[in-house]
């Protein structure tokens, strides 16, 4: 088998729960493509600072670039930095409007497979760019959401004022502010924050560490040209991350909002600035776990992981084919997490 490819070219419709959806979310086209150079050497790091210790220089930097992202949806709305351009990258790799080069029918999908981790660092890479270009800043860093921290437990403050563009009216109203998150959602019997709180770090040990006895197991099965989709999630995407979309995600189920909007479906989910966030989190999982001493080999090796390739559009609104081996190592792609102490590694139940 080969590595399996995108086929930009023959977009079409979006599905959710298997509803063909009313809306387009196909890239503007494009017919240079241009195969992506890292920066080398990368300048400076940029530091992703977890969202709950940010201030307030940096609040109104992050919030100056994301207005002007909106601000490129009213002037042109074909501009693949815009905001819903964006939001609609994740719609058409995630909702069935691409399918994979050389078999009709069978979707290009990221998610459930050992793509979930690569795509989505690749999504952040490129709109962490996008932002950092439109306000000037080439060292402009993502926030990530330190949910598996107790402090970090609750929706960041930065994205929860309505007046910031940070902000996103569809969600659950009931767990803004001081409500603890639940990494386990399956569970849903009643409980205090405490025992929510301790619950969410023994996921957390449980996602990281004791449910893990291989690579796959935490990456995600193998997906290759022409496999189906969604062969397997892994332990994180499973969890902590599923979790977290749909706990943020309204539950009003009415027509408008029947699929956990915003971020509870593929398709909206980039619509809140909330996701990118969410997902830094998420891709510092991967990082992090990469250097746990466990036992469990780190990196998949098979030229299929590694030559695997998805297309974005960078900060000068260039086409890049990218591929998974060029973001295994996230300092080769010039950027960082800042340290917060891991309060989950010897958590036992
Ligand atoms: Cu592509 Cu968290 O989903």
Redesign the pocket.
């Known amino acids: 088998t080969d590595p399996v490819k995108p086929d930009f070219k023959n977009c079409g419709t979006a599905y959710a729960e298997n509803d063909p959806l009313n809306i387009n979310c196909c890239p503007p086209d494009s017919d240079n493509i241009i195969d992506y150079e890292l920066p080398r050497p990368p300048q400076r790091l940029r530091v992703r600072q977890p969202a709950h210790m940010v201030g307030k220089e940096y609040i109104a930097k992050y919030e100056e670039a994301v207005r002007l992202m909106k601000e490129l949806d009213k002037t042109n709305p074909n501009d693949p930095r815009g905001f819903m351009q964006q939001a609609n990258v994740?719609c058409a790799?995630?909702n069935g409007p691409h399918e994979q080069v050389g078999h009709k029918g069978l979707d290009f999908q990221?998610?459930e497979s050992w793509l979930?981790f690569p795509?989505?660092r690749w999504?952040l890479y490129f709109y962490e760019r996008i932002l950092g270009s439109l306000i000037g800043d080439p060292d402009f860093a993502l926030p990530y959401w330190n949910w598996d921290h107790p402090a970090g437990m609750t929706m960041p403050p930065i994205f929860d004022n309505p007046r910031s563009p940070l902000y996103d009216a569809v969600r659950d109203p009931n767990n803004r502010g001081s409500a603890v998150v639940n990494l386990n959602y399956t569970s849903s019997e009643p409980t205090n924050d405490l025992t929510l709180v301790a619950n969410n770090l023994r996921t957390m040990n449980s996602e990281m560490i004791t449910s893990v006895n291989n690579t796959l197991q935490f990456m995600g099965a193998p997906y290759c040209d022409g496999s189906n989709p969604r062969p397997g999630m892994g332990t994180s995407?499973r969890g902590s991350?599923?979790a977290?979309?749909i706990w943020v995600g309204t539950k009003d189920k009415t027509e408008e909002h029947k699929y956990n909007e915003d971020l509870g479906n593929?398709y909206s989910?980039g619509r809140d600035p909330l996701?990118y966030c969410?997902?830094g989190n998420?891709d510092r999982m991967w990082t992090i776990w990469r250097e746990l001493d466990t036992p469990v080999r780190k990196d998949i090796t098979s030229p299929n992981y590694l030559n695997a390739q998805f297309l974005f559009y960078d900060e000068n609104a260039r086409l890049v084919r990218v591929k998974v081996a060029d973001c295994v190592d996230q300092e080769k792609m010039g950027y960082t997490y800042q340290y917060m102490p891991i309060p989950w590694l010897c958590y036992r139940p």
């Open positions: 994740h790799y995630c990221v998610h979930f795509f989505h999504y995407e991350h599923t977290i979309h593929f989910a996701f969410h997902h998420v």
